[in-house]
Structure formats: structure tokens, C-alpha cells
């Protein structure tokens, strides 16, 4: 039991020095043991304080809890998990956890790391009678690690152009790859990320015409035999799936001397392109084609990784917010609880997907609702 209390403790620490927002009088709860608690009842599944509480308060785990955390005051209730995770503010509440997720980061040792920020929008958050629609969360997605690296929450998705940079602000992206789409392909973005001693790598469509234009007509036919006399770098990939054959191609081309938009855009090194021609099993054939703009004339390897790792974020983390933790269909209108247990989901999803069990998603969770042992693990982001 000792070594079991020492790894829970463990985590405890990260949350010491996250300023508590309740009046010192009446404090019967310890904030670092109600964090911690809704951290656990997210992980297993649950979708609220409600649930957390009475998760927490079933006779088997409420025994548990006490032998591994200090509750003088035994386990708090749902208006007190609520109450908290509300008046949290939700930068703060997530600067808490930068410690821990340096400690789970540091252990993959990744080399100039790939990290995709896009948006997802949680479609019942609105509420009319307030005049405000549904919440956006704007994430910061390390794609080798499978880590959730920070968030910033908007009103609509357009804020996500001005959601970027702070988000960027609030991470440590030196050293590595930043990989966004088209609506985050701004001149101040990647004067932010540059700016950061970061790399980018921006999806370009229509939003930025005139850019568009000079990249589709470097690819194009006509300028077939002018690409061969540039430095060009190039990655080939195949995969089955979904019942169909995907065949990739990544060029990458360093910036003519008489790119038109040469000076325009902050630290622009090379543009690229990812086509793929997609072969259903009856024959029937289809090509897509996207653009890109890079700040460093990547190998054509790592900017196949890239642009791949970016599309991962719907498959790895959009995707099974919405089917595992079921996102999509949560009704908390008020803005900081929201944002608060959006990021407890992100953080979860990144701590399941750590451990090597080759259970889903889904069955990890519940296996740490039954095995005390096994929520450890995960916590600890330790395996079998």
C-alpha cells in the first residue's frame, strides 16, 4: 500500500501550486485531493461532477481513495467538484499540469517534435438565452508523443486565427515543427512561430489567393520542366484502408529566387505538395491535392510526416473525444467548467493512449474503472 500511496502523490505535487480560488473560510476539501479525484473520474469515463462524485463514492473506490490521497474530510461532494472546476480559471488550471506533461514528454526524447494545432468545435455547448453559441477549442496535438500540450477555448471558429498565437504563447514550440491549416495560415501566425524559433508548415487554400495561385503554378504542368532544375526533395507512401488503396506523394521545392511572394511571408523557406490518389475496390480512382508553405527546406520524409501527423489530430484525438468520451454531446454551457473538463478529456486521452495495452480507447477506461492498479498505470504512464 505504501508504494501505491507514493505514486499517487506523485502526481499530487503537480497540482501544489495551483492557486485556490475558494474563500480560505469553509474549506473542508483539499483543492490538490478534488483535482485529483476529477482527473480519475474523467479518466474512467465520466462526463461531469455528478458522475465523478458518485463514481468517487461507491464503496469500493471511496476506500481506495482515502488510503491514497489525505480527504480529511472524506469525499467531496458534486457541488464541490462542480463549484471548483468552475471558478478554476482555465489558463491556470491548465499551467498545472505543465509539469506533468514535461515529465511524460521528456521521456520520448523526440528531436525537433511535430505539433499540430487545430480546432474542434463542441456542437451542444451553446446557449441561446446568453446569446452564446457553441465553444471552440483551439488544441496543440504532439503528434509522436500522442501528448495534448495546451488549449485555448473561442466562441466561434473563426477566432481561431487570433486563438493561435495565444495558444502558442502559452507553449515552449522552440526547436519544433508547427503544423496548421488553412485557417491558421497567416502572415502574424507564422511571424509568431518563427518568432518562437519554431519551424511551420501551413496548409495554403483559397483564403490566401494570390499564394495559392503562385504555388499551384510552380506544381503545375506547364512548369514541369522548371521543376526539375530546382531543389527538390520527394517521399512516396502506400496504404490499404477503409476499403481503399491510397498512394502519397510529398514534394517539397526551396523557394525560386522569382517566387512572387518570396519576401512576403516571415521565414518562408520552400513550398510543398501532398497529393493522393485514392483506388476503390472497384476501380474507380480520385485525386486529391494540397499546398503547403515550410520555413526550412525539410527532408522529403519529415515533411510527409508532417503533413500526415496533422491529419492524425481528427483520427487521434477529435475522433475519439467524440466517439469514447462522447464530446459532442455535452450540454455544459457555462464557459469555464466547460473549458476545464474539455482539457481533463484531452489529458485523459493522452494518458490512455500511453499505455501499451493493445485494449481500445474505450476498454482502457473501463479497465481502469474496475482495476485500481491499472488507473496507476495509466497515471504513472507506466505499463504491464
Known sequence: MA???????SIVKHFESLPDPRHKINRRHLLVDV??????GIIVGCDGPTTIAQWAKTDPKSKWLKTVLELPNGIPSRDCIRRILTMLKPEAFQAAFASWIASLASADAIVQPIIAIDGKTMRRSHDRSNGLGPLHMVSAWS????????????????????????????????????????????????????????????????NQPK?????????????????????????????????????????????????????AWPGLKAIGMAVRVSTKPDGATSCDVR?????????GKRFAEAVRGHWGIENSLHWVLDV????????????FIASNLSWLRRFAVSLLKRHPSKNSIVGKSRNCAWDNDFLLQVLMAQGV
Open 324 to 335: 469514447s468520451f462522447h464530446e459532442d454531446q455535452s450540454r455544459t454551457r457555462k464557459r
Open 211 to 263: 499564394l495559392h495561385e503562385a504555388i499551384t503554378d510552380i506544381f503545375s504542368e506547364d512548369r514541369e520542366d522548371d521543376l526539375l532544375h530546382m531543389q527538390v526533395r520527394q517521399h512516396e507512401t502506400s496504404d490499404k484502408g477503409h476499403g481503399r488503396e491510397d498512394e502519397h506523394c510529398y514534394v517539397l521545392a526551396k523557394i525560386p529566387d522569382d517566387f512572387p511572394m518570396k519576401n
Open 291 to 299: 499546398y503547403y508553405i515550410v520555413s526550412r527546406f525539410l527532408s
Open 35 to 40: 483535482i485529483s479525484i476529477a482527473v480519475c
Open 143 to 206: 503528434t509522436e508523443n500522442g501528448l495534448t500540450l495546451g488549449q485555448v477555448a473561442t466562441e466561434e471558429k473563426s477566432n481561431e486565427i487570433t486563438a493561435i498565437p495565444e495558444l502558442i504563447d502559452q507553449l515552449d514550440v522552440k526547436g519544433a515543427i508547427v503544423t496548421i491549416d488553412a485557417m491558421g495560415c497567416q502572415k502574424k501566425i507564422a511571424k509568431k512561430i518563427v518568432d518562437s524559433q519554431a519551424d511551420y508548415v501551413l496548409a495554403v487554400k483559397e
Open 3 to 9: 508504494e501505491t500511496t507514493v505514486s499517487l502523490q
